[in-house]
T-cell receptor
């Protein structure tokens, strides 16, 4: 059974601060996706990383996939109140399991003005 | 292009009843996966359907079942509802095969009383 450990579980910061969310596993993933979810809504895809060592940037968000494809991180620079939400990492084992995502427990981020 | 549509958005059912949830994937997407999200367990994979066939299955009891139609629309059924089935049920669609991204619907909030 593949597991993804996401940390921290909660993050409360002031506007303008930087933060990093981690997603770790002992298993190798074919790809890893990061989602953001608002209360009562479905997760919205932010990015997919596929290649070990890959770094992707989305405005103030930087996503990295570990060289061994077992871990990933999300770094937000100069956080804003609009970044508040639940951030989820999700791994895909590949092969016949492409349709199955294994999710981390999520990080609830609160950015105070 | 329309996103993933789930109906209904909210449901209240009584213990022992059964319920059917519906998911219409993005046009052209043939894979539909279902997930259960609860505060305690996070997002957990239920099953995936591709070309009307169940391709992957999570660790849920047989009370949880699903099907997919020729137009890729999918339904999920839960029989003999229990209080613990109260959750946000999410479906995600993917184009087809390989390492393609999953897009989620807004979910159906099921409350069992």
């Amino acid at each position: 059974t593949q597991l993804l450990e996401q940390s921290p579980q909660f993050l409360s910061i002031q506007e303008g601060e930087n933060l990093t969310v981690y997603c770790n596993s002992s298993s190798v993933f074919s790809s890893l996706q990061w989602y953001r979810q608002e209360p009562g809504e479905g997760p919205v895809l932010l990015v997919t990383v596929v290649t070990g060592g890959e770094v992707k940037k989305l405005k103030r968000l930087t996503f990295q996939f570990g060289d061994a494809r077992k871990d990933s991180s999300l770094h937000i620079t100069a956080a804003q109140p609009g970044d508040t939400g639940l951030y989820l990492c999700a791994g895909n084992a590949g092969g016949t399991s492409y349709g199955k995502l294994t999710f981390g427990q999520g990080t609830i981020l609160t950015v105070h003005p | 292009k329309a996103g993933v549509t789930q109906t209904p958005r909210y449901l209240i059912k009584t213990r022992g009843q059964q319920v059917t949830l519906s998911c219409s994937p993005i046009s052209g997407h043939r894979s539909v996966s279902w997930y259960q999200q609860t505060p305690g367990q996070g997002l957990q994979f239920l099953f995936e359907y591709f070309s009307e066939t169940q391709r992957n299955k999570g660790n849920f009891p047989g009370r949880f079942s699903g099907r997919q139609f020729s137009n890729s629309r999918s339904e999920m059924n839960v029989s003999t509802l229990e209080l613990g089935d109260s959750a946000l049920y999410l479906c995600a669609s993917r184009r087809t095969g390989g390492n393609t991204e999953a897009f989620f619907g807004q979910g159906t909030r099921l409350t069992v009383v």
